[in-house]
């Protein structure tokens, strides 16, 4: 049972409002990576680079509620009446592991790459340099399925605190939120 958020502040408000929507992209990238990505194949780089995509998108959308933004509130779980076992704290934990150090910041220990150099010509002084990056996925086929049941639990624990707020406080809900004009991007 969803605890009132009769205490949450406007900006805790917007946050949790956000949050559902960040779920549901998350919950989105997910059914496109499981729905087109078969774990056992072999694909181009470009078929894995697609499905990097997509994990980046769920990695990211997954973890913004979790990270407080320019002083701003983080979602917390308590507000929406969830509580996580200890195999999906572990999975948050490494969505939020994976957002920190490899998809929103390149931390140098944990770059993947192969450099080289070739020689553009035989007895050439012009020697080109090639890169080859790691393409393969960081969340496997085994976290899918948890990682799906983990997103709807999130949801399901946002809607229900919502639901409560509509019924006890509906004008809190009826507002039009926008971007702030001068922190729009062009």
Same mark, same amino acid.
């Given at each position: ?52 995509? =997509?994990?980046? !998108? %769920?990695? #990211?959308?997954? @973890? ?10 983080? &979602? ?56 080859? =990056?790691?393409? !393969? %996925?960081? #969340?496997?086929? @085994? ?10 639990? &999130? ?32």
């Amino acid at each position: 049972m969803s605890p009132p958020l009769s205490n949450v502040t406007d900006s805790q408000l917007h946050r949790l409002i956000y949050s559902n929507w960040d779920f549901q992209q998350a919950l989105s990238a997910l059914t496109f990576l499981t729905n087109e990505c078969d774990f056992h194949a072999d694909y181009n780089r470009v078929d894995l680079r697609k499905f990097r995509c =997509y994990e980046s !998108s %769920l990695i #990211i959308s997954f @973890a913004r509620p979790f990270e407080p933004a320019r002083g701003q509130t983080a &979602l917390g779980l308590r507000t929406i009446g969830v509580q996580l076992d200890a195999q999906e704290r572990e999975l948050k934990e490494v969505m939020l592991n994976l957002r920190r150090k490899i998809i929103a910041h390149s931390d140098e220990d944990r770059m993947h790459y192969r450099g080289s150099t070739h020689q553009l010509l035989e007895d050439s002084p012009i020697n080109l340099p090639l890169f080859q =990056y790691v393409e !393969s %996925l960081h #969340i496997g086929e @085994a976290q899918c399925r948890p990682l799906n049941a983990l997103l709807r639990k &999130l949801t399901s624990g946002i809607s229900k605190a919502l639901f409560k707020l509509a019924q006890t406080a509906p004008d809190r809900l009826n507002h039009y939120k926008q971007p702030d004009a001068s922190s729009t991007v062009a």
